[in-house]
């Protein structure tokens, strides 16, 4: 499937501000799945974008600008091409939670099983993961369960939480948005020692009636590592495991290994952000 992004975040500030020092997560990976044709970037004020990889593997545009501005404008215009991931037929069931114990000193899960800067493993969040987990001993099973209980249970809400919330009072509140739903996923996974680790993305709505929720913006899901099968990706917004649909931007462990802007400046708080998100399917014959 070829998909077109456009993501553009805008802020206007009261009062100029100055030295502002920012990073993107805003440029597609390319891995087996999917593949970046091309990923152009253009900020407002003027000025030059640098880029490095991050330490999880991630493409990270950053720039500064020093001078007087009253606002700024970041776009990114994406084409990517995805290819199916996953073989609905052949879904990693069949491992045992037993076998975690022999991933814990493997330095790809390691990372993921520990608490972070949104994520907290404690008896309160262990307790609810076991009641979640009910007699399931298979590692995908649970992971899948897990992600069901945020679906059925959390209520979809753009006007509760903030981008500080974090996973342990998403999982009190049962109230979010996709963020909150990866970080209350997160949580109760690692409780049970199965590796999970967050995503930022975007979501391809290909439903008739529009119903994916997360898809006029930025999304967020997790993947969980089965041994012996890989990273396998769950979204808990919309309760379905992720296939083509879906376009990778970065993964960490948290969201703030990967959200798609960061930064600081000198100044008064913005009087507003906006942030619009288009995510559209392009014919073979468009170049």
């Given at each position: 499937m070829r998909l077109y992004v456009f993501h553009q975040t805008k802020y206007r500030y009261p009062s100029p501000v100055k030295d502002s020092f920012n990073e993107l997560r805003l440029y597609?990976?390319?891995?087996?799945?999917?593949?970046c044709e091309s990923c152009f970037i253009h900020v407002l004020p003027s000025t030059q974008l640098r880029q490095y990889l991050d330490l999880n593997g991630n493409i990270v545009n950053h720039f500064e600008i020093p001078q007087d501005h009253s606002k700024l404008i970041i776009e990114s215009r994406s084409t990517v091409t995805t290819h199916s991931?996953?073989?609905?037929?052949?879904l990693p069931y069949g491992k045992k939670m037993s076998t975690l114990k022999k991933m814990q000193g493997q330095s790809e899960a390691r990372p993921y099983l520990q608490s972070s800067s949104f994520v907290e493993i404690n008896p309160e969040s262990w307790r609810l993961a076991v009641d979640v987990q009910a007699d399931s001993q298979d590692i995908f099973q649970t992971a899948y369960?897990?992600?069901?209980?945020?679906?059925?249970?959390?209520?979809?809400?753009?006007?509760?939480?903030?981008?500080?919330?974090?996973?342990?009072?998403?999982l009190k509140l049962r109230k979010g948005v996709c963020q909150d739903f990866a970080h209350a996923a997160l949580v109760l996974c690692r409780c049970l020692s199965i590796p999970a680790r967050y995503v930022s993305g975007y979501v391809f709505d290909r439903t008739r009636d529009q119903s994916m929720r997360g898809a006029e913006a930025s999304h967020a899901w997790i993947e969980v590592l089965?041994?012996?099968?890989?990273?396998?990706?769950?979204?808990?917004?919309?309760?379905?495991?992720?296939?083509?649909?879906?376009?990778?931007?970065g993964t960490g462990?948290?969201?703030?290994?990967?959200?798609?802007?960061?930064?600081?400046?000198?100044?008064?708080?913005?009087?507003?952000?906006?942030?619009?998100?288009?995510?559209?399917?392009?014919?073979?014959s468009d170049r």
């Amino acid at each position: 499937m070829r998909l077109y992004v456009f993501h553009q975040t805008k802020y206007r500030y009261p009062s100029p501000v100055k030295d502002s020092f920012n990073e993107l997560r805003l440029y597609p990976i390319s891995n087996e799945w999917q593949k970046c044709e091309s990923c152009f970037i253009h900020v407002l004020p003027s000025t030059q974008l640098r880029q490095y990889l991050d330490l999880n593997g991630n493409i990270v545009n950053h720039f500064e600008i020093p001078q007087d501005h009253s606002k700024l404008i970041i776009e990114s215009r994406s084409t990517v091409t995805t290819h199916s991931r996953v073989d609905f037929n052949a879904l990693p069931y069949g491992k045992k939670m037993s076998t975690l114990k022999k991933m814990q000193g493997q330095s790809e899960a390691r990372p993921y099983l520990q608490s972070s800067s949104f994520v907290e493993i404690n008896p309160e969040s262990w307790r609810l993961a076991v009641d979640v987990q009910a007699d399931s001993q298979d590692i995908f099973q649970t992971a899948y369960m897990i992600m069901e209980f945020i679906f059925q249970n959390f209520e979809y809400s753009n006007s509760i939480t903030s981008v500080e919330t974090h996973g342990n009072q998403a999982l009190k509140l049962r109230k979010g948005v996709c963020q909150d739903f990866a970080h209350a996923a997160l949580v109760l996974c690692r409780c049970l020692s199965i590796p999970a680790r967050y995503v930022s993305g975007y979501v391809f709505d290909r439903t008739r009636d529009q119903s994916m929720r997360g898809a006029e913006a930025s999304h967020a899901w997790i993947e969980v590592l089965v041994n012996g099968f890989g990273w396998f990706g769950l979204d808990p917004t919309n309760n379905q495991v992720v296939d083509e649909n879906y376009i990778v931007l970065g993964t960490g462990m948290d969201y703030k290994d990967v959200a798609p802007v960061t930064g600081t400046y000198f100044g008064k708080p913005p009087k507003s952000m906006e942030v619009n998100v288009t995510v559209k399917r392009m014919d073979s014959s468009d170049r």
